[in-house]
């Protein structure tokens, strides 16, 4: 079992009476220098936050609409960010870039939005909307519901987590080039790109309900760290009640080396994972499925 230790709340600076004061559900999480990166996906913003100290965070609009109140109508309209990674230096970003992205289980869930750095990992450029129908559309039909979760860049990749649920158990991780997924970042119109591999994956399951991706990170050895968690629905619209939570690592030859259950089944969406000789610190973000609720910021250690 691993036991996860809580470090704050992901509360926010905010001059608008209309919202609350904190980030309700986690999805994506990014270090980069002094600052936390998260993005939820009920929110049109990027929350940032300080990594040394406790204080708020403040918002950064990644969209320009304004997403309804109401639970339902907010549901039906927001873009459903729910994937982060950091680009690595390219011809459009000189130090590199923040990329999040849309689920995919709606057409309304297929944007995407890019935010350039500086040299010392502070964003300076506005953020910029990527269609990713040119990714999202060729894999469409491959499963019984489209539902990114989770995005790794690493050994030249483009890596897509794809979460499955009871009906359509299609945990996947689907591998693209990654130079002409940068190239299609820097243009108005793409041609569909069909993806290098698609590799399926069985996490097991508790009660019936199988476990699926939420968030994934890449190690500098060339494996990957996931978090699953296994929630009691049929639908990737839908939610429900999280019966279990784990994290686990993908090795570099795409196998399932391990697999542990958390002590407590918080519902685990952002991963971020550096190494400090053979034990792996991680810092994750959770998602309570209730607006009313703050995300929470925990830390986590595994002993490779």
Do not use: W
Request: glycine share 10%; hydrophobic share 40%; aromatic share 6%.
């Amino acid at each position: 079992m691993i036991k996860l230790e809580k470090l704050r709340e992901l509360d926010i600076y905010t001059c608008a009476h209309s919202r609350p004061s904190h980030l309700s559900a986690a999805s994506g999480l990014v270090c980069v220098g002094s600052a936390l990166y998260v993005i939820a996906d009920d929110d049109v913003h990027l929350g940032v936050f300080p990594v040394d100290r406790l204080g708020p965070g403040h918002l950064v609009r990644l969209f320009a609409e304004i997403l309804p109140e109401g639970t339902s109508d907010r549901k039906e309209t927001k873009p459903d960010l729910e994937a982060l990674a950091r680009i690595p230096p390219c011809n459009g970003f000189a130090f590199g870039a923040l990329f999040a992205i849309g689920s995919g289980s709606r057409p309304n869930r297929k944007k995407g939005v890019v935010l350039g750095f500086d040299a010392k990992g502070t964003i300076t450029t506005p953020p910029t909307s990527v269609d990713l129908s040119f990714l999202l559309d060729p894999i469409a039909t491959e499963f019984g519901q489209l539902n990114i979760e989770g995005l790794v860049i690493a050994a030249d990749e483009l890596r897509l987590f794809q979460r499955g649920n009871r009906r359509h158990n299609d945990n996947a991780i689907i591998r693209y080039p990654l130079s002409p997924v940068l190239d299609a970042l820097e243009k108005e119109r793409v041609d569909p790109l069909k993806p290098l591999a698609i590799e399926r994956f069985d996490l097991g399951a508790i009660q019936g309900t199988p476990f699926g991706f939420t968030d994934a990170a890449a190690l500098p050895n060339g494996d990957m760290i996931f978090s699953a968690v296994a929630e009691n629905t049929e639908d990737a619209y839908v939610d429900g009640p999280c019966l279990g939570a784990g994290l686990g690592i993908i090795d570099g030859r795409g196998n399932v080396a391990s697999f542990d259950c958390l002590e407590y089944p918080h519902k685990i969406e952002g991963i971020h994972a550096y190494e400090k000789g053979e034990v792996l610190e991680l810092l994750l973000v959770t998602d309570a499925d209730n607006p009313d609720t703050a995300a929470g910021l925990f830390s986590a250690r595994i002993v490779r």
